[in-house]
């Protein structure tokens, strides 16, 4: 059975990222989240959310093109 809710230290063991780089995407709203007590604390993280993350921000590399520098 999958967990559908998971805290910022799972999630951190999970993906191999320190918890405090979890927390602070959080904290700036850039990866979804919900609390699970008043005032803001108990954060837990989605099913789902690392990848949609991850697929939101990756960078994709473009190909170089293969051009000569030499001449003659």
């Not at 990222?17 to 837990?44: C, W």
């Not at 989605?46 to 960078?59: D, H, L």
């Amino acid at each position: 059975m999958t967990k559908l809710l998971e805290t910022p230290k799972e999630l951190a063991e999970r993906v191999g990222i320190p918890v405090t780089n979890v927390r602070y995407l959080i904290r700036e709203d850039m990866l979804d989240h919900i609390f699970t007590a008043p005032g803001k604390r108990n954060p837990k993280i989605p099913n789902g959310a690392w990848e949609k993350y991850v697929a939101q921000f990756t960078i994709k590399a473009e190909p170089r093109t293969a051009t000569s520098r030499r001449q003659g």
